[in-house]
Nanobody, 119 residues
């Protein structure tokens, strides 16, 4: 059974940094894409960063230049380095993965991790 387990959320002051991690486990044959969404209270979930199996990355305008997505294929882990955090970055952050598994191509979500930016 494939699972995504996130870690690294918490409380940080404006201007600070956090790194989120998302580790995939289970029988996985290949990665089509992995990335991060976030959902702030009262708002829709939005895609903020993604990385394809071919190595290309994309960012939402709201985080471009401040957030960096990276991956360690050997550890099956994707990271989100968040710098220069702002109060408006406060949200629950969700990892997702588009994978080729035993049952074919499937999408998976992590459980979510809270990021709060406040002084």
């Amino acid at each position: 059974q494939v699972q995504l387990v996130e870690s690294g959320g918490g409380l940080v002051q404006p201007g600070g940094s956090l790194e989120l991690s998302c580790a995939a486990s289970g029988t996985i044959f290949s990665f089509y894409a992995m990335g991060w969404y976030r959902q702030a209270p009262g708002k829709q979930r939005e895609l903020i960063a993604s990385s394809t199996g071919g190595g290309s990355t994309n960012y939402a305008d709201s985080v471009k230049g401040r957030f960096t997505i990276s991956s360690d294929n050997a550890k099956r882990t994707v990271y989100l380095q968040m710098n220069s955090l702002k109060p408006e970055d406060t949200a629950v952050y969700y990892c997702y993965a588009d994978l080729f598994v035993v049952a074919g191509r499937r999408s998976y979500w992590g459980q979510g991790t809270q990021v709060t930016v406040s002084s």
